[in-house]
């Protein structure tokens, strides 16, 4: 059985900074990426940054490019989003995501499984 728990999410004001953790845990190892989403209220999930297994490739979404840091340690089975520079427009439920064949960058295209999420508020 897969699983994964996010953890880190919080308020913070605008210009903070917080770091994500999603810790995974099952059938993992033959997976192609994991990944990180968001889904603000009234929204479709997005995705926000994404690496494969091996750690050779990282996407960003266009909007946290520069301000967003994905990475994992697959010795201890997490991946970390961290987060600075961060925006009212950040305030969404974040959510981890394991993806066996697809980019974990589209949420309707994923192949896998799903975290339960964590809240992050950037007030102005």
């Known amino acids: 059985q897969v699983k994964l728990v996010e953890s880190g999410g919080g308020s913070v004001q605008a210009g903070g900074s917080l770091r994500l953790s999603c810790a995974f845990s099952?059938?993992?190892?033959?997976?192609?990426?994991l990944g990180w989403f968001r889904q603000a209220p009234g929204k479709e999930r997005e995705g926000v940054a994404a690496i494969s297994s091996g750690g050779a490739t990282i996407t960003y979404a266009d909007s946290v490019k520069g301000r967003f840091t994905i990475s994992q340690d697959n010795a201890k089975k997490m991946i970390y989003l961290q987060m600075n520079s961060l925006k009212p427009d950040d305030t969404a439920l974040y959510y981890c995501?394991?993806?066996?064949?697809?980019?974990?960058?589209?949420?309707?295209?994923?192949?896998?499984?799903w975290g339960q999420g964590t809240q992050v508020t950037v007030s102005s």
């Open positions: 995501a394991i993806d066996y064949i697809g980019e974990c960058m589209r949420a309707a295209d994923l192949k896998g499984y």
């Open positions: 099952g059938a993992t190892d033959h997976r192609n990426c």
